[in-house]
């Protein structure tokens, strides 16, 4: 049996929806949020009727029959720890979604928007993997700081996904691989999968790990402290230095792995080399670290993300990695699909949906 699929992906400024046939994209669209719009609502749940309506009304321009729904699935948000996994949107989660249990984001919409849709034609919502998925073993979780333990926020989803599709192409359970996954987007995350769970992971919302196009990353602490004492910057100021403006952006002024290349390998900026070569060899570092953590039983290193596109940057990684495990490279990030990927997953029986 075929399931007709309708995802929901809120971002900031933009609703990604997508209407799938199992795994068969019928069709994609990003609606576009104008920023005066978006300011007219003084908090993301106020939001919720405006791009509901935006949704459906895109739908029916379509000519999409709302009422051949399967299943709907929307983007997990900021809820509280959880397992791995696709959940059902009950009313536990719902509340949670709406209070923003751990931050208010535009993602928290995705699980709310899905609910009203699907509970008014009348089949099941779902979310599928969120950022908050903490699988961390207890000994991962020590900082060295009592008041500060390390905690789980990355790029589950397409983590997740990716390793799962590298398990069925081999024809193996995901829960009986080791693998490490390296994404590299805006954010870079590298994680150790070790039976079906990311038992570590680097914390990209907070400034863990490598830096990235837009993150900071590992900092010297003691450095970080002088400079937020400084008198030199408000708290916001800092955290968009570790947050936003860090890596390549704080490096060089731009996010994008195709400028930093040009710089560095056809321009000759050495600063720009610099650059190109730490943001390899952090990583490759990274990865290293969670091969000690598998106990260098890993099966396979996945690489994934738009910069995963790079092939000069697999390459430098294989230099260093591949001495751990054979590479599999993933390029490009496919959200709607790995939501659609998860949503089957339970109506084929092959995972059970999990309790919020």
């Known amino acids: ?10 971002g900031s400024t933009s609703t990604k929806i997508g209407v799938y046939e199992d795994e068969n994209q019928i069709f994609e669209e990003t609606l576009r949020h104008p920023t005066e719009e978006i300011a007219k609502y003084s908090s993301i749940i106020d939001q919720k009727d405006f791009r509901k309506d935006v949704i459906l009304d895109v739908l ?42 751990q931050g208010q984001h535009a993602s928290n919409l995705g ?10 034609v009348g089949v099941p919502a779902y979310i599928v993997d969120p950022v ?22 990355f790029h589950a ?20 691989l080791n693998l490490i996954v390296i994404h590299m987007g805006g954010g870079v995350s590298v994680g150790a999968h070790k039976c079906g769970k990311i038992v570590d992971v ?45 890596g390549f952006n704080g490096y060089l002024g731009t996010n994008d792995m195709r400028d930093v290349k040009k710089l560095a390998l056809v321009d ?36 994934t993300g738009g910069i995963a596109y790079n092939t000069e940057t697999i390459d430098r990684l294989k230099e260093r990695l591949e001495f751990i495990a054979p590479f599999t490279v993933y390029p490009g990030e ?13 109506l084929n029986g092959e995972e059970t949906a999990m309790e919020y």
């Open 1 to 10: 049996m075929a399931y007709t699929i309708l995802i929901i992906n809120p």
């Open 202 to 246: 680097n914390n990209i919302l907070d400034g863990e790990g490598a830096f990235s196009p837009e993150r900071a990353g590992t900092v010297p602490v003691g450095d970080l402290i002088k400079l937020c004492y400084s008198g030199k910057y408000e708290e916001k100021e800092i955290y968009k230095k570790i947050c936003g403006n860090g």
């Open 334 to 346: 496919d959200e709607l699909l790995a939501l659609a990927q998860g949503a089957i997953r339970v």
């Open 157 to 176: 989803l397409n983590q997740k996904a990716v390793a799962k599709r590298y398990a069925k192409e081999i024809g193996k359970s995901y829960d009986e």
């Open 268 to 303: 000759g900026d050495e600063n720009a080399l610099g650059v190109y070569e730490a943001f390899h060899y952090q990583l490759a570092k990274d990865a290293g670290a969670m091969a000690a953590v598998l106990g260098g039983k890993v099966d396979q290193i996945i690489c």
């Open 132 to 153: 908050v998925v903490d699988e961390l073993e207890p000994v991962a979780r020590y900082s060295g700081m009592p008041e500060l333990p390390r905690r789980s926020i």
């Open 60 to 101: 029916k321009e379509k000519n999409f029959d709302i009422k051949t729904l399967d299943v709907v699935v929307g983007r997990g948000g900021l809820l509280k720890p959880i397992p791995g996994g696709t959940y059902a949107v009950t009313e536990d989660l719902l509340n949670d979604l709406k209070i923003g249990k």
């Open 111 to 120: 699980g709310i928007l899905a609910k009203e849709i699907g509970d008014e």
